[in-house]
């Protein structure tokens, strides 16, 4: 059923004149028309409805993804490794899921704009809890193995496909402490899964306490992957979650500052086009040092704060505070980066705070307070970075396709450096750990760097086209990308004229010219990639 009004005649001056009298409300930098009650109304529906699913999904993703550092302490060498002296063979149980993950990444994102969303999210989240669950029947490194890649598999159909559904329902204004509400959870499960942990090593069963905190942790994401299948919300054209005013308004979201798709569609160049993308890779190398640091923290970190002298189960208990901390300075900085709309200088002092925590741990060898507090900056540093980046390339890509492509991209090249975190804390380098603190203390300060160059490399360019074709002063008016993603060469206004040769942002001002014609008029997209312009009602 067609969401556009019946056309009626009228005289366009008076419409016109009738969208110009409208009461006008600001929402960031962009001028909508229409009460801006509504859109708020709207956006606190949405945080209602998504945010607590795939929140509460992603805490329980990276519960079962991480549990095998306190599974560690627990036993699960002894029982299944044969001691491991050498702590290799858990360093290869721990990185098995991240080759899955890094090898399904792109293809699983791109395939996941075929289904939808609720369906491809929710068929994710029961396969990894049944991965995370049969762990607890691991009796041999094979079987560890076996159950790690399925894992990871299976969670490469549900990270990276996250950005670009909630792209889907919120602005780029919005999107940045969205984006990290849900990475917080992370940290949260960081701090949860460390008391989990913590009540575990107190339990006296029939089973191993490892083999408990996997079935604990496990078998609740089977019945959160089912109930998602009847709560997330489909695309915003699709949905019926919402009602026929509200699908216009958040379809009208969408299409801020670039044109959605419609329907679940892929474009093929699209895709090569992310491939061609100097600056994917560049976030890759970001990606890459904070993910080195944040899997080398996740399955390590309980080890780390016991060489300071704590017994397992305490060690267990103050991992909780560095990711309560963590959660507070992630959201502070998103929320920052949200109204500067200026992400990078965000992602290098992160980046910079997390390098300066291995420093720490480099430099004082005795004194285990300062030790402490510098797994508070690593923690903080490292998720944030991730979390605010995450948000940086979700509304910078153009096209759903090259976002469904782009993204996973980064996150692959950024996943192996959590096979290289992986290895960097074998049990014969404790307690001090030089190698590993080293090599992940240099990987932060060069995405620090790398940071700095790509922002530097935006600002640049802003400027250069600044000057070529004119400050920029609505950059939330609709531009079709859905031909060209972010390479556009042609744009069809109101009245059809064709603009060629100018980049997506600095032809936006032209658009915002023609934006009250925008409000009475549909553009119909034709097979040629041109445009049908049909005046409607609005």
């Known amino acids: 059923m067609s969401l556009a009004p019946e056309k009626q005649d009228f005289d366009d001056a008076k419409e016109i004149e009738r969208v110009e009298q409208r009461p006008a409300s600001t929402f960031g930098s962009f001028k909508l028309t229409g009460p801006a009650p509504d859109e708020r109304r709207l956006v606190r529906k949405l945080d209602t409805r998504i945010l607590p699913v795939v929140c509460i999904l992603y805490l329980f ?18 029982d299944t490794l044969g001691g491991d002296p050498t702590g290799k063979l858990f360093d290869w149980v721990n990185s098995a899921f991240f080759f899955s993950y890094i090898l399904c990444q792109v293809p699983a994102t791109v395939a996941s704009k075929l289904f939808p969303p609720r369906l491809w999210l929710g068929g994710a989240a029961i396969g990894w809890g049944l991965s995370s669950t049969l762990m607890s029947t691991g009796f041999d ?21 996250i950005p670009l559904y909630m792209s889907l329902w919120y602005t780029k204004t919005e999107l940045g402490l969205r984006m990290a509400y849900w990475f917080g959870f992370a940290a949260v499960s960081g701090a949860f899964g460390g008391l989990i942990a913590f009540g ?3 339990a006296s069963t029939s089973i191993a306490n490892w083999r408990l905190l996997f079935i604990i942790e496990g078998a609740p994401t089977i019945v959160l992957g089912i109930l998602t299948i009847f709560l997330l919300p489909d695309r915003p054209e699709e949905t019926s979650f919402l009602n026929e005013d509200e699908r216009r308004l958040q379809l009208e979201r969408m299409n801020r500052g670039l044109a959605a798709d419609v329907g679940r569609t892929v474009n093929k160049k699209h895709i090569k086009q992310a491939f061609k993308d100097w600056r994917i890779y560049a976030t890759g190398v970001i990606y890459f040092g904070a993910n080195c640091a944040l899997a080398s923290t996740s399955a390590f970190l309980p080890t780390i704060i016991k060489t300071f002298g704590f017994t397992n189960a305490r060690a267990q208990l103050l991992t909780v505070p560095p990711y309560a901390v963590c959660a507070v300075v992630m959201c502070l900085t998103s929320y920052v980066s949200d ?14 705070l997390g390098g300066i925590g291995y420093v720490l741990l480099l430099a004082v060898a005795d004194n285990e307070h300062v030790r402490y507090f510098a797994t508070f900056c690593i923690v903080s540093g490292t998720y944030t970075v991730i979390g605010v980046v995450i948000a940086w390339l979700a509304h910078n890509l153009g096209s759903e396709t090259k976002k469904a492509t782009g993204i996973p991209l980064y996150m692959a090249i950024g996943q192996c450096g959590s096979v290289l975190g992986s290895h960097l804390f074998p049990a014969t380098e404790g307690p001090r750990y030089i190698k590993g603190f080293a090599v992940s203390c240099a990987l932060e300060f060069l995405g620090s760097i790398v940071a700095i160059v790509l922002y530097a490399s935006y600002r640049i360019e802003n400027a250069h086209r600044d000057r070529n074709f004119g400050r920029v002063h609505d950059t939330e008016a609709t531009v ?7 390479k556009v060469e042609l744009l069809c206004s109101a009245t059809c004229h064709n603009v060629s040769n ?3 942002v600095w032809c936006s001002w032209i658009l915002s010219r023609a934006y009250l014609c925008h409000l009475s008029y549909t553009s119909v997209a034709m097979p040629d990639g041109h445009d049908d312009c049909r005046p409607t009602l609005s």
Not at 61 to 78: E, H, I, K, T, V
Not at 480 to 486: C, H, I, K, V
């Open 502 to 504: 100018i980049p997506i």
């Open 141 to 161: 490194f094979a079987g560890l193995i076996v159950a790690r890649v399925s894992l990871g598999v299976f969670e490469a159909c549900f990270g990276p496909g």
């Open 339 to 352: 109204r500067l709309q200026s992400r990078g200088l965000c992602v290098a002092l992160s980046s910079a």
């Open 61 to 78: 993703a990276y519960l079962d993804r991480s549990n095998l550092g306190n599974a560690r302490l627990q036993g699960l060498p002894q």
């Open 200 to 202: 575990v090593q107190q």
């Open 480 to 486: 079709e990308t859905r031909e060209l993603a972010d």
